[in-house]
């Protein structure tokens, strides 16, 4: 027995819904397929903190959808306009994503969260994680200011109950094993292990990359990517990559890289955590200094705003010895660190009245440990720390640190052990401006429409934090209505 729909979708997160929500505004009849049960679903989504990057000329143009918050009057949330949000999605990639692309991402970025916001979603300020006081003012930096209320969480719940008023069927438990583009449609595996035919007039693919999937990560990635820990969902495995891949779709974009971060050594490698999802990343690593087991420094912390290099440091780690590092705090950088991160628990860290002490509680090197701070200590300018800025507070030293740079030397002493955490992918599949799959000559395949991880061609080696959710919003929309009358026209 063949079910009918008009609109099939294939994955459950940000994007998938995003899609489903659009394609319902088309007027046809919508099945959505998530590969995990009811009570594992919402894909990556789930597991982030909410945050969406999107351009605006001043913050006022979305304070109506805002959440009220008594800070309000004391925050300084600077203008982020369209040609700053090209500029650093041109910056952090070195250039490579994709210009078409990246012009309907910052063009349509907005839109997308107003849009978002009549399905039910919920915006606030995240002054957690993306302001520190400065002179009695909450001061955002970096780009990214606005979240999801209830983060990742509240992202998928809210998407889930606008998705189920609408009419649109969800079926969990539901892996897709073969994708039908002649006749339109797929087929999946249910829960009860039996398979299914859909047939339909469009499909959108949105079920995440391969990152969950050791031996795909070291197939694409390279030596080492098999030890990674994975942030989020275990499902997002590359079968339906490959499927599109099979059928004659383009891959496009940078399969050699991908997103990953600072994450709790002790965390789970197969799978993120349900109840502390993004609580186990550890991103306060500009204030401190990040070593090896050996007591090395390897990265410049205070390169840039943390939204602009926690992304790409998880690789960094991963080339470590053991594939681990160190971020260490003093008394007096203790108290500024993110406490939804390092208050939670459990945790990979340790604490010391001295530093040798922390060092062999950590297993890091004592003597490569003393020399290093020494080292680093001595080699700071003397300007004003504050890291609500860029303050030139320096570091000289190899590698340097190039801004916040506080001597490591008042007891106690934190230490926090990460290793590598994937989020997702980079490589994916060739879409164009409408989000419409296209195949190895450059033609749009009828009826095939992809969005979120599934799109190839926006970032590589790093990605302006929070512009994953809001890709997912932006394609997952195109993808939705262009699938809608797809499937109106027959």
């Known amino acids: 027995m063949t079910d009918q729909f008009d609109v099939v979708v294939v994955g459950?997160?940000?994007?998938?819904?995003?899609?489903?929500?659009?394609?319902v505004e088309q007027g046809v009849k919508v099945l959505l397929l998530e590969k995990a049960p009811e009570d594992a679903a919402g894909g990556n989504s789930f597991y982030t903190a909410g945050a969406f990057r999107f351009a605006f000329d001043s913050i006022d143009e979305v304070a109506d959808l805002l959440e009220p918050d008594e800070r309000h009057a004391d925050s300084v949330v600077?203008?982020?306009?369209?040609?700053?949000?090209?500029?650093?999605?041109?910056?952090?990639?070195?250039?490579?994503?994709?210009?078409?692309?990246?012009?309907?991402?910052?063009?349509?970025?907005?839109?997308?969260?107003?849009?978002?916001?009549?399905?039910?979603?919920?915006?606030r300020l995240m002054y957690e994680r993306q302001a520190y006081l400065s002179d009695g003012k909450w001061?955002?930096?970096?780009?990214?200011?606005v979240g999801t209320v209830d983060g990742g969480k509240g992202l998928i719940a809210q998407h889930t109950r606008a998705a189920l008023e609408a009419g649109v069927e969800i079926r969990y438990g539901a892996e897709v094993t073969a994708l039908h583009l002649d006749e339109r449609g797929v087929t999946y595996r249910g829960p009860d292990g039996a398979e299914h035919r859909v047939a339909a007039g469009a499909v959108v693919l949105s079920a995440g990359g391969f990152e969950a999937d050791p031996k795909r990560r070291a197939?694409?990635?390279?030596?080492?990517?098999?030890?990674?820990?994975?942030?989020?969902?275990?499902?997002n495995t590359g079968e339906v990559l490959d499927l599109a891949l099979a059928a004659g779709a383009a891959p496009h974009g940078d399969w050699g890289s991908c997103h990953s971060v600072a994450w709790d050594a002790d965390a789970s490698p197969t799978g993120g955590n349900r109840e502390l999802t993004n609580q186990l990343t550890r991103q306060s690593y500009p204030i401190g200094i990040v070593v090896n087991v050996r007591g090395d420094r390897f990265v410049d912390e205070g390169a840039d705003f943390r939204n602009y290099t926690y992304a790409k440091y998880g690789r960094e780690?991963?080339?470590?010895?053991?594939?681990?590092?160190?971020?260490?705090?003093?008394?007096?950088?203790?108290?500024?660190?993110?406490?939804?991160?390092?208050?939670?628990?459990?945790?990979?860290?340790?604490?010391?009245?001295?530093?040798?002490?922390?060092?062999?509680?950590?297993?890091?090197?004592?003597?490569?440990?003393?020399?290093?701070?020494?080292?680093?200590?001595?080699?700071?300018?003397?300007?004003p720390f504050d890291p609500a800025v860029k303050d030139g507070r320096a570091a000289r030293v190899d590698p340097?640190?190039?801004?916040w740079a506080q001597a490591l030397d008042t007891?106690?002493?934190?230490?926090?052990?990460?290793?590598?955490?994937?989020?997702?992918?980079?490589?994916?599949?060739?879409?164009?401006?409408?989000?419409?799959?296209?195949?190895?000559?450059?033609?749009?395949?009828?009826?095939?429409?992809a969005a979120g991880e599934m799109v190839g061609g926006l970032f590589s080696g790093n990605y302006p934090g929070g512009s994953g959710l809001t890709s997912g919003a932006v394609f997952g929309r195109l993808a939705g209505a262009g699938a809608g009358k797809a499937a109106r026209r027959g």
């Not at 001061?139 to 200011?145: A, E, I, Q, W």
Request: glycine share 12%; proline share 6%; hydrophobic share 40%.
């Open 219 to 235: 197939e694409h990635l390279g030596e080492g990517w098999d030890r990674a820990l994975v942030r989020g969902t275990p499902t």
């Open 78 to 123: 600077p203008a982020y306009p369209e040609s700053a949000f090209a500029a650093d999605m041109r910056r952090v990639t070195g250039g490579r994503c994709d210009p078409v692309l990246t012009d309907v991402l910052v063009s349509r970025s907005t839109d997308a969260v107003r849009w978002l916001a009549t399905k039910g979603i919920r915006w």
């Open 411 to 449: 007891a106690p002493y934190y230490g926090y052990a990460v290793g590598c955490g994937i989020t997702f992918t980079f490589g994916g599949l060739h879409v164009d401006e409408s989000a419409q799959v296209l195949d190895t000559a450059g033609r749009p395949i009828d009826g095939l429409y």
């Open 12 to 23: 459950g997160g940000n994007a998938g819904f995003s899609a489903a929500h659009s394609a």
């Open 139 to 145: 001061v955002f930096s970096g780009g990214l200011f």
């Open 400 to 403: 340097p640190k190039s801004n």
């Open 317 to 383: 780690i991963l080339h470590q010895p053991r594939g681990r590092a160190f971020q260490l705090f003093d008394a007096k950088t203790r108290p500024l660190l993110r406490k939804e991160e390092y208050d939670s628990r459990p945790i990979a860290g340790a604490q010391a009245d001295s530093l040798p002490e922390l060092a062999e509680k950590l297993g890091i090197d004592a003597a490569g440990l003393l020399r290093t701070v020494a080292e680093f200590n001595e080699s700071i300018v003397d300007e």
